[in-house]
């Protein structure tokens, strides 16, 4: 008898994650083992990525079963992601799901890392009560634009559902240099900040002043592609569909690392890098010590906006030049991603506004989006902050309708680092 479970597994980066989800968005179990590995080297080392996901596999999938109360007997499917990210990091991934699909004779479905990410917003959409986007207005032309924004890849996607209740995608946007999680974690680094910097910035950037240093926002324009001169015969619509909204973040991180050689702040950097390792903070999550979990007996001192407290002292490492740039870096991408971003919304009639990926952990670009999207009366959605980084649910609910309209993977599927999706 079926029971609608797809074991869900994701290994493009630096996480060896599996799920298993019912029906498509009933989350049973969700496993993320974080490589830490890479913190020593300030990045995702691939040799080690391989290594790490080949160690991790088969506890971390042994788990999600466990947790969910599933035998590999029950499970319907087995979903892995295909692309886009690292050769050796997805083949370990690959290899497994495939030996597994083929041992219990159940169907393998292949996702697209990005597909995923938008599914991490769509499938809590699912699910009674969640607020947000109505389902019943996914058909159509232009119904979602989808902001796909993490540590690889910054994405604007209009996405639609298929009359088979499959998706297709339509790339109208994406960054012509570094991705916009990839700037702060670069940003970060310059600044001494453990890896990835991208939580850290969000955290420390609560305490610092975001119109302090002047960052200039690169402006793409949005431009025509192809024939750049339409005739007065070719329709109106072509003619809109022509036009892109690309970005760039590349020129940011570049500011800061001239910001840090004109105000000398080397020797300052220097300090910080290795106090934050003596506290042994440097393998910590920012959250478990700048929270804003209200008030506690161990308070340091609170943040600007009052709900932010540094309980670890952390601050105490953080000058407040350093605290003003690190906010007006952060305010830099949010204008960014958030002009690129309701630009094309405005430009395609989007009817609701997705925002995904790492990066969409980020509180300031929450709180930005969500302003705008209020302002412009468009319904706008996140993925819950476990769900925005890199996970294997969101691979099990992107493969969900793929598994009812029957779309499976060849036993010959193999990885494809460089995916497109659209
Ligand atoms: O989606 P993800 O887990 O992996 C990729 O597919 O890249 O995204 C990881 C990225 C990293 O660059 C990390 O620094 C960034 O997301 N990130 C954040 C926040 N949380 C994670 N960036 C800014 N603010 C955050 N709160
Ligand atoms: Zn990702």
């Given at each position: 008898m079926p029971h609608d479970l797809i074991l869900g597994i994701e290994s493009s980066c630096d996480e060896t994650s599996a799920a298993v989800v019912r029906?498509?968005?009933?989350?049973?179990s969700n496993v993320v083992a974080s490589q830490l590995v890479h913190a020593d080297y300030g990045g995702v080392v691939p040799e080690l990525a391989s290594r790490e996901h080949l160690r991790a596999i088969v506890p971390v999938v042994r788990e999600a079963l466990q947790r969910a109360g599933?035998?590999?007997?029950?499970?319907?499917a087995i979903a892995v992601t295909?692309?886009?990210?690292l050769a050796g990091a997805l083949l370990v991934g690959i290899t497994f799901a495939k030996s597994l699909a083929f041992g219990l004779d159940r169907p393998l479905i292949a996702v697209n890392h990005l597909e995923g990410h938008i599914h991490a917003v769509l499938m809590q959409q699912n699910?009674?009560?969640?607020?947000?986007?109505?389902?019943?207005?996914?058909?159509?032309?232009?119904?979602l634009l989808a902001l796909v924004v993490s540590g690889g890849h910054t994405h604007l996607y209009l996405a639609s559902r298929t009359p088979q209740h499959t998706w297709r995608y339509r790339n109208v946007g994406k960054t012509l240099d570094d991705a916009a999680g990839e700037a702060f974690d670069k940003a970060a680094k310059l600044l001494?900040?453990?890896?990835?910097?991208g939580p850290w910035m969000d955290a420390l950037?609560?305490?610092?002043?975001?119109?302090?240093v002047p960052f200039t926002v690169a402006q793409i324009k949005a431009k025509a592609t192809?024939?750049?001169?339409?005739?007065?015969?070719?329709e109106s619509a072509e003619a809109r569909d022509d036009v892109r909204f690309d970005m760039s973040f590349s020129g940011l991180k570049t500011a800061v690392r001239r910001h840090v050689e004109l105000h000398a702040l080397a020797p300052s950097i220097a300090l910080r890098q290795a106090a934050l390792r003596a506290a042994g903070?440097?393998?910590?999550?920012p959250r478990d010590h700048l929270t804003n979990n209200g008030p506690a007996t161990d308070l340091g001192a609170p943040g600007p906006d009052s709900g932010?407290?540094?309980?670890?002292?952390?601050?105490?490492?953080?000058d407040q030049p350093t605290l003003d740039l690190i906010a007006s870096f952060q305010s830099a991408i949010v204008r960014n991603l958030t002009r690129a971003t309701f630009a094309a919304a405005e430009h395609f009639g989007a009817r609701s506004i997705i925002v995904t990926g790492g990066?969409?952990?980020n509180s300031a670009l929450r709180a930005s989006m969500t302003a705008l999207a209020a302002q412009r009366g468009l319904p706008i959605a996140f993925p819950t902050i476990a769900l925005s980084?890199?996970?294997a649910a969101m691979i099990a609910a992107a493969a969900w309708p793929k598994f009812l309209a029957h779309d499976f993977a060849l036993d010959t599927l193999e990885p494809t680092p460089q995916l497109r999706l659209g």
């Open positions: 029906g498509g968005h009933e989350v049973l599933v035998a590999y007997a029950n499970l319907d295909e692309g886009p990210g699910d009674a009560g969640a607020p947000g986007l109505d389902a019943e207005t996914w058909d159509g032309p232009a119904p001494g900040l453990p890896y990835p910097g950037a609560a305490f610092g002043d975001p119109t302090a192809g024939n750049t001169a339409p005739k007065l015969a070719r903070l440097d393998k910590a999550s932010t407290w540094d309980r670890g002292g952390i601050l105490s490492h953080f990066v969409s952990a980084t890199d996970n």
